[in-house]
C-alpha cells in the first residue's frame, strides 16, 4: 500500500507531523502550510467572496451591455468584452498562479502549493475555455470567421492545453508525489507561454487588436465603458478566487479522509 498518501497530509492525522523546513524563508512559509490552518482561516470567507463576485459582476454586465454605450467602429458586438476581456485576464494570471504554486511545491514543497496548483487548474480552464468562446464569437462579426490561426488565439488555445495537461498530468500516476511533481515542473514550463500571449500582438502580424489598457499609458476605452469593463473584471478575479478556495478546501477534506481511511487500513493490517 503507498504510505505516500498516509504522510502527505500528516499534519492532520493523529499522531502525523509535517516536517519544518530549516531555512527561515521555509519556516516562514511552513507557518502558512498546515491544511488544518488554512482552512480555518478561509472557510468563513468563501461565502462572503462568492456572493461579492456575483454581485459585482451581476452590476458589470447589466451596465455593460444594456447602459454602457457601443464601440463606435464595432457596435453592439464590442460588448462581448464585458466577458472576454475578463475571462482573457483571469484566465492568464490563474495559469500565473498555478506556476507560482509550482515553484513552492519545487523548492519548499509546500504542502498546500500542490493541491492549491490541483484545484486551480479546472477553474483556469473553464475561464479560458470562455475566454476563447467569448472570443470566437466576437470574432465572426469582425473577421467573418469565427477561428483564425492568430498568434494570439494559438497563443490562448495552447494555454488551455497547458491548464488540460496540468489537470491529466497530475493524475497520471498511481504515487500522488510523482504526479505533483511531474505537474508542477509542467506548470513552470508553461508559464513562458505567458508573456507570448501578451506580446504576440507585437510580435507577429496579428488581426487581434493590440492592448486597450495599459499600466505605462492612458486607456484608449472611453471612460464610460472603461468602468463597467473594470467591475466586470474584479467580479471574474473574485470568482475565480472563490471557487479555487472552495475547491481548495474541498480538497483538503477528501486528501484528510484517505490519509485516515488508509492509517486505519494500515493499523488494522498491523
Keep these: ?15 502525523g507531523a509535517i ?33 461579492t463576485a456575483l454581485l459585482t459582476c451581476t452590476v458589470g454586465l447589466v451596465w455593460g451591455f444594456f447602459f454602457a454605450p457601443a464601440d463606435w467602429q464595432q457596435g453592439i458586438a464590442s460588448r462581448i468584452m464585458y466577458v472576454h476581456v475578463p475571462a482573457a485576464w483571469v484566465a492568464m494570471n490563474g495559469y500565473a498562479a498555478l506556476a507560482i504554486c509550482s515553484l513552492l511545491s519545487i523548492v519548499w514543497r509546500h504542502p498546500l502549493a500542490d493541491i492549491a ?20 464569437l466576437w470574432g465572426e462579426p469582425e473577421w467573418g470567421t ?19 495537461g496540468h489537470m491529466a498530468l497530475i493524475r497520471a500516476f498511481d504515487n500522488p508525489q ?4 511531474a505537474a508542477a515542473i509542467l506548470g513552470l514550463v ?12 507585437y510580435w507577429w502580424n496579428s488581426l487581434h487588436q493590440g492592448n ?27 470568482a475565480f478566487i ?24 494500515e493499523r488494522s493490517g498491523n
Design 178 to 181: 510523482h504526479g505533483y511533481r
Design 19 to 51: 516536517a519544518v523546513p530549516t531555512s527561515k524563508t521555509g519556516a516562514w512559509l511552513h507557518r502558512f502550510a498546515n491544511p488544518g490552518r488554512f482552512q480555518r482561516l478561509v472557510q468563513p470567507i468563501i461565502p462572503w467572496i462568492g456572493w
Design 117 to 136: 496548483a490541483k484545484e486551480m487548474g479546472p477553474v483556469g480552464a473553464g475561464f479560458t475555455a470562455l475566454c476563447l468562446i467569448s472570443g470566437s
Design 242 to 265: 472563490a471557487m479555487s478556495l472552495a475547491r481548495i478546501s474541498s480538497g483538503i477534506m477528501e486528501n484528510r479522509t484517505r490519509a485516515l481511511l488508509l492509517a486505519r487500513a
Design 146 to 164: 469565427y477561428w483564425v490561426w492568430d498568434a494570439r488565439l494559438t497563443s490562448v488555445l495552447i494555454l488551455f492545453f497547458l491548464y488540460l
Design 190 to 201: 508553461g508559464a513562458i507561454n505567458l508573456p507570448i500571449i501578451v506580446f504576440s500582438v
Design 212 to 238: 486597450s489598457i495599459t499600466l505605462t499609458g492612458p486607456s484608449k476605452i472611453y471612460i464610460t465603458m472603461l468602468y463597467p469593463l473594470l467591475i466586470c473584471t474584479v467580479g471574474f478575479y473574485l
Design 1 to 15: 500500500m503507498d504510505r505516500s498518501a498516509i504522510t502527505e497530509y500528516a499534519g492532520d492525522v493523529p499522531g
